[in-house]
């Protein structure tokens, strides 16, 4: 499948079984996308599983069908962002060319 194909044909799941994801499966895709690139390899990111069902819903809030999912998985820039581009990649020092 080229990235056309993979863009064009996705599509969004909104039932979902009602059984548990198992915390190796979960621990598995988590793993997966750590392997993700980044710029100069950086990582900025963590990654948060929710498999309990009140703290689902308080996130449904915002995001009406993750209430169906067994299991959420968010990801977001680590804390310490700053601190660890001003010790990386020289080039997100540079500033931007126009």
């Known amino acids: 499948m080229d990235l056309q194909e993979a863009i064009f044909s996705r599509r969004t799941v909104r039932k979902f079984l009602k059984k548990p994801?198992?915390?190796?499966?979960?621990?598995?895709i988590i793993d997966a996308a750590r392997y993700a690139p980044s710029a100069c390899n950086l990582q900025l990111w963590e990654f948060v599983a929710v498999?309990?069902?009140?703290l689902i819903g308080q996130i449904a809030e915002e995001?009406?069908?993750?209430?169906?999912a067994p299991v959420a998985?968010?990801?977001r820039i680590h804390t310490s962002t700053?601190?660890?581009i001003s010790r990386g990649c020289r080039a997100l020092r540079r500033p931007f060319k126009t």
């Open 51 to 54: 498999d309990d069902p009140e």
């Open 73 to 75: 998985i968010s990801s």
């Open 82 to 84: 700053r601190a660890r």
């Open 63 to 68: 995001t009406r069908f993750i209430r169906l």
């Open 21 to 28: 994801v198992p915390r190796e499966i979960v621990e598995k």
